[in-house]
């Protein structure tokens, strides 16, 4: 009875969440009515429209399979191989990280000019997301045991056969959580494209708020955007599976032996050299070349202002999307259901569209039903939350996936009750997960835009709103200062990504 009223209050806050994710929604998809029918499927059967899902469909089919192939080879050659370095490349392939994807944008468009439309936006999304896929898979390989592996290779099966048959399919939560990330980033990216001069609905949805702030036209454009949400919602779905990883036992700590790469390893050297040469190295010089004409009078105390304002929201919304993504998580994973999962996905949905729509959504609720939050810091709060509740929705759920749920009743059966198995059993065991969420909110807290420019309190500037303004003048030289700030504030967190998967075993 004690276990049903906890799952019942665990579901009420999960429910609770899910509701407040699916308001900016609830919103898009009034205004996009008030067009009606016939208006609305003439503005939406037009070739521009057609034109407009082509190119976003083209993207995500390219980018994502990229990221996934990256991404999964990359970690399977620094976790699971005898590759020279491992620790130092371990390190190199989440840096990428640590460089905003619109400030990666920002240096190829200055190093390579002619490197514009699908071309240059398929290939920095490529190189600033695949460690979205490289993050969670290492860390499961790390915590994988290689019993099934052995057994495989004992009854005669080749390593590579061995590994497609009993490695990959455990891996598939870690690569389907990671290309629904990137997906949904796509979906959502605007700074890259706008660059790169690659339209897609985020572009298109961007110029018509600009033309008309509550304009109907862009809301139904969201809708789509909408629509494909739900689609590639389904398809991780579908992807994930349902196999256990976890298991009950001191099997789960034994380290998996390396395979040895022998003439492959030079190819492999050159391979993983030459992605963090694209994604980190050509970003990063290209800001240190630019910065070194950006000195000017008054720049060290406005990068102060600045950048204490960024920490400040990228802490609070760290802290706001992990606390409201662990009912949800824990409720998939313990639980699991229709509703739980309905529940889940609802979550996502919101984060697929622009920061523009979710900011304007809750600016439209704050002066009609609450205005004291209108203009305030929980409200932006609110937003990225929203915005950004995925990435610690997607490290909570593998945390709690490989915990196992044995433990937890094995507490409550020796007397614990559920908030001190909270605390002595469950917490210890995703505690890693928890801080990994955490670290991916905070990194795309300090560099989100346009939620920020519609949301922040007056007066407030962040990192990316001054580097955007700078870079829109086509001022590269004065917007160097900031993105090197966004970067040195990244290097942090990342380097506690790289001991969260370290700390998987």
């Known amino acids: 009875m004690r276990a049903s009223s906890r799952s019942r209050g665990v579901a009420v806050a999960a429910t609770l969440v899910a509701a407040l994710t699916v308001l900016p929604l609830v919103v898009v998809l009034l205004d996009a009515s008030s067009a009606g ?36 080879l990359a970690a399977w ?156 919602l389904t398809l991780e779905v579908v992807a994930r599976g349902r196999r256990r990883v976890s298991r009950v036992g001191a099997g789960t700590q034994r380290p998996a032996t390396r395979a040895r790469l022998g003439g492959w390893t030079a190819p492999a050297l050159v391979m993983l050299g030459t992605l963090v040469g694209l994604a980190l190295v050509v970003p990063v010089a290209t800001v240190l070349r630019w910065l070194g004409s950006a000195i000017g009078d008054g720049l060290v105390d406005d990068l102060l202002t600045v950048t204490a304002s960024t920490v400040l929201l990228a802490l609070l919304g760290g802290l706001a999307a992990v606390v409201a993504a662990l009912p949800g998580a824990w409720l998939l994973n313990r639980r699991r259901s229709a509703l739980t999962v309905l529940l889940e996905r609802s979550t996502y949905l919101a984060s697929a569209l622009p920061g523009v729509v979710v900011g304007l959504a809750l600016v439209t609720l704050a002066i009609d039903w609450a205005r004291p939050l209108y203009q305030t810091l929980a409200l932006t709060v609110l937003a990225y939350a929203i915005l950004f509740l995925p990435r610690a929705m997607v490290a909570l759920r593998a945390g709690l996936a490989a915990a196992p749920p044995e433990l937890s009743e094995a507490s409550r059966s020796l007397g614990l009750g559920g908030p001190a198995t909270l605390v002595r059993v469950v917490l210890p065991l995703i505690g890693p997960s928890v801080l990994t969420g955490f670290v991916l909110v905070s990194l795309a807290v300090s560099t989100e835009l346009t939620a920020t420019l519609l949301l922040a309190p007056t007066g407030t500037d962040t990192l990316a709103l001054a580097f955007w303004r700078e870079t829109s003048a086509l001022d590269y030289a004065a917007a160097a200062p900031y993105a090197a700030v966004m970067i040195v504030l990244s290097v942090p967190l990342t380097l506690l990504l790289r001991r969260q998967i370290l700390e998987e075993r």
């Not at 609305?40 to 057609?50: E, F, N, S």
């Open 77 to 232: 050659l620094v976790e699971r191989t005898a590759l020279p370095w491992a620790g130092l490349w371990r390190t190199l392939l989440l840096a990428p990280l640590a460089v905003p994807a619109f400030v990666s944008a920002y240096a190829w468009v200055t190093v390579a000019p002619w490197l514009t439309g699908f071309g240059g936006a398929a290939l920095v999304t490529t190189l600033a997301y695949f460690p979205f896929v490289f993050l969670p898979v290492a860390a499961l390989l790390r915590s994988l045991d290689p019993a099934e592996e052995e057994v495989a290779r004992s009854l005669g099966l080749s390593p590579t056969r061995a590994v497609v048959r009993t490695v990959l399919p455990r891996l598939r939560p870690a690569i389907s959580g990671g290309a629904l990330l990137v997906a949904l980033h796509l979906l959502a990216e605007y700074g890259v494209l706008e660059m790169m001069r690659f339209q897609t609905f985020t572009t298109a949805i961007m110029q018509r708020y600009a033309v008309g702030f509550s304009d109907a036209s862009g809301s139904l454009l969201a809708s789509v955007l909408l629509g494909l949400c739900l689609l590639v």
């Open 37 to 72: 029918v016939e208006e609305a499927v003439d503005y939406l059967v037009r070739p521009r429209v057609g034109e407009l899902l082509a190119n976003t469909g083209l993207l995500m089919g390219v980018t994502v399979p990229a990221t996934v192939v990256l991404g999964t």
